[in-house]
């Protein structure tokens, strides 16, 4: 959690994290042993519940009760959201593309005061869409740039005359023009993928699916809640949690990245506007009336995640209040009828999560009682119960690692509690006032200063770091002037207390203190996040490589006399379409910043900001940056997890007629009669499928073996451009046998 400016060396393959070697190693030896984690897990569930049994028998004689009971309440609330996360997570069935469905879909693209900046990479990414799409772009901030930019690209501008039930409320007022089957809704940020409807529509084979979610994934890597590049807070949610929750049937409509069947969102009146998490709000509707939400997980989107702690404490305050409120005491929204009794397990388990914060407070107000005063809570057991509490702590910790399977680990749990606390308190009155809650968008493309100005988001844990810290202090020093025989300022105190109250300071106080100096030190000054690309680019007289790029900037590798005197650098660089195709952006990089790259210092990397010749080089960079690229990679880590299916379909490979004989999502293989190929060589191919359709793609030799009947075989990786197909012949994603590896990290060079 907030980490340094990082970037990745090379385009970034959403994936779930799941399916990647992380940090975590511990949690990420787990990734292929599901097995092992489950029976850590079983251990650990019988663990706790002999722990707490004994809690109550053995040492609770002769406690004062209300010294007893309120810690023990605290104990039984981490036991109870530790057994839900074990229910949850216990095992993630794969969810494989189902066959996709021909079904008209209207894509709804929601703003209110997001930059074009922003919405245009989305605009771009929806016209992508493969499928019989529809796009609108519903704008409550009735701004003339949002307007200008849906005419510019030939998209249906929706806006209304005022700002009623904000996000809920804009998509309620264009629901009545909508005409699709399907409906898929997009945050401003959140730009998809090409075949995102490819694998999500087949759900909808089934009457009763009324929605499908899939993963939220983020580009800007540097974020404030992102732990090293592509794994985030939200990982765990996305890529253990939901895919878990399938099982249970508790899965929950995350606002953006899901495809909702339009005749059951008119069933249950639209979205739902009593709370401000429409979401969760218009989910539970849907489960009540008897409908089903399935995840998918794959990354089929990619948004932009809080930029500084300011933008995530007011996304994480405006979730927690919202959440709250439908567990508000006369609504218990998710306590009606029609819910199942695992949903509402699931749903218990969101509610302990937002009141996790109480929990910490009690535990360190015990921190207090039992080291200034020596208020004992327990009957002390001696060291054998210290041994059975510690050990108890010790296998819940690892085994909640194991099955969160290398996506977050204790130490960065403890992070997101002490990121969230004040904001999860200040939403508590939600569970029972009714005051009006007021809709605040996330802020957007933001720079992040550091300083004391984002250390006071994280306050209240400091402070409570503080008060810890100040409280074994005193009990030290008052133990050192009892050894010198010198009267003592505190009750005494047995060892056993003391050391119970330490493990849990000192962890606390360690993450705390390890939060404030990141959140002080931290810098990110850029306000869009730059793209690692390797490509080719050219000024007047010299070809150059350029190494990040976004529609507002670049970097370029270039000769250093070529620049020595320049403030200015005019350029072209080579861009790729879905189809494989180059095309050229031009443009002029202004330069404001150098440095020399190697030893001899004979090549530079400049940067700055570009002005583009024309709106049509602008709509390259953002296709290849934010749709292309991200595709392809993704494409590419499942092309190395994906088996090659047996099939005999007719293929023209280059121009040369031949019979494909295996397929895969990033790969195939052909019988041609053509005996001269190259290795490396890039050639198009089109296949005619039984059903009559043709199926286009980009193939690459990787192998040629001649066969003695006069035959060659050609294997090599495909982009496909389309990919529902696939599914028809069995061509499916599941989970890898092994974790990929996790791309490596680069430190920004240049602001």
Not at 231 to 258: I, K, M, T, Y
Not at 350 to 370: C, D, S
Not at 426 to 443: E, I, K, S
Request: aromatic share 8%; glycine share 8%.
């Amino acid at each position: 959690m907030i980490p340094r400016a990082t970037t990745v060396s090379g385009p970034y393959a959403p994936i779930p994290s799941t399916f990647a070697r992380t940090s975590i190693r511990a949690g990420s030896w787990f990734q292929v042993r599901p097995r092992r984690a489950r029976t850590l897990a079983a251990i650990a569930v019988l663990v706790g519940a002999s722990y707490l049994i004994w809690r109550v028998v053995a040492t609770s004689t002769g406690v004062n009760p209300w010294l007893f009971w309120p810690l023990f309440a605290a104990e039984l609330f981490g036991y109870l959201s530790f057994v839900i996360m074990v229910i949850e997570t216990w095992s993630l069935p794969p969810t494989p593309r189902p066959p996709a469905l021909d079904l008209a879909v209207d894509i709804v693209i929601v703003t209110y005061d997001e930059d074009v900046d922003v919405v245009e990479p989305t605009v771009i990414g929806a016209l992508a869409v493969r499928g019989r799409t529809s796009l609108y772009l519903c704008d409550d901030g009735r701004r003339p740039e949002m307007r200008a930019l849906a005419e510019h690209y030939g998209v249906t501008y929706v806006t209304r005359s005022d700002n009623a039930h904000a996000k809920a409320g804009n998509i309620n007022a264009v629901l009545p023009r909508l005409t699709g089957d399907l409906l898929l809704v997009l945050d401003a940020d959140h730009v998809a993928a090409p075949d995102l409807l490819e694998a999500m529509t087949g759900y909808f084979d089934d009457d009763q699916v009324a929605l499908v979610q899939s993963a939220h994934s983020f580009r800007n890597h540097n974020s404030v809640m992102h732990h090293e590049s592509g794994r985030h807070e939200q990982s765990l949610f996305f890529d253990v949690l939901l895919p878990g929750r399938n099982r249970l049937g508790s899965v929950f409509w995350c606002g953006s990245a899901a495809v909702i069947r339009l005749s059951a969102l008119r069933d249950v009146g639209g979205i739902a506007t009593v709370t401000s998490t429409e979401d969760f709000e218009t989910s539970l509707l849907l489960q009540r009336a008897g409908y089903r939400i399935r995840y998918h997980n794959e990354h089929l989107i990619q948004g932009l995640a809080p930029d500084n702690l300011a933008s995530y404490t007011v996304q994480r305050a405006r979730w927690a209040e919202g959440t709250l409120s439908a567990f508000h005491w006369r609504l218990r929204m998710p306590f009606g009828r029609g819910l199942r009794f695992s949903q509402q397990v699931s749903y218990v388990g969101t509610l302990l999560h937002y009141l996790t914060p109480v929990q910490r407070l009690v535990f360190a107000g015990y921190v207090v009682a039992v080291g200034v005063f020596a208020l004992i809570p327990v009957a002390m057991p001696g060291p054998a119960g210290v041994a059975f509490w510690a050990f108890w702590m010790l296998i819940s910790a690892f085994s909640a690692t194991a099955l969160h399977r290398g996506v977050s680990g204790r130490v960065e749990g403890i992070r997101t509690l002490h990121l969230t606390f004040e904001a999860h308190l200040r939403a508590l009155p939600a569970l029972v006032t009714r005051r009006p809650m007021r809709f605040h968008v996330t802020p957007k493309n933001e720079p992040d200063l550091g300083g004391w100005a984002s250390v006071r988001f994280v306050r209240l844990p400091i402070v409570m770091a503080g008060a810890l810290a100040a409280v074994l202090l005193a009990r030290a020093a008052d133990t050192v002037m009892r050894s010198l025989g010198a009267d003592a300022a505190l009750p005494p105190l047995e060892l056993g207390a003391f050391a119970v109250i330490s493990f849990f300071s000192v962890l606390d106080i360690t993450v705390a203190l390890q939060l404030a100096v990141r959140a002080h030190r931290r810098r990110q000054y850029r306000r869009l996040w730059r793209f690692p690309v390797v490509l080719s680019a050219r000024t007047a007289s010299t070809t150059v490589q350029c190494v990040d790029l976004h529609q507002s900037g670049a970097a370029l590798v270039v000769p250093r006399d070529l620049v020595e005197l320049a403030s200015t650098l005019p350029f072209s660089v080579k861009c790729r379409t879905l189809g494989g195709s180059i095309e050229a952006a031009t443009g002029v990089l202004t330069i404001t910043s150098r440095s020399a790259i190697g030893p001899s210092g004979a090549m530079t990397r400049v940067g700055g900001s570009v002005r583009w010749n024309d709106s049509a080089s602008r709509t390259r960079v953002i296709t290849h940056c934010y749709v292309v690229e991200p595709y392809r990679a993704r494409n590419r880590a499942w092309t190395r997890a994906a088996a090659r299916v047996p099939v005999m379909i007719t293929a023209s490979l280059g121009e040369t007629t031949s019979t494909c004989v295996d397929v895969s999502i990033g790969g195939a293989a052909f019988i041609t009669t053509e005996p001269a190929w190259n290795l490396h060589d890039r050639l198009p191919v089109e296949l005619q499928l039984s059903s009559g359709e043709r199926v286009t793609g980009e193939f690459r030799v990787r192998n040629i073996v001649p066969s003695n009947a006069g035959l060659t075989r050609i294997g090599g990786t495909a982009e496909w451009h389309q990919t529902a197909w696939l599914a028809r012949y069995g061509a499916v994603v599941h989970t890898p046998s092994r974790p990929a590896r996790r791309q490596r990290s680069a430190q920004l060079t240049s602001p």
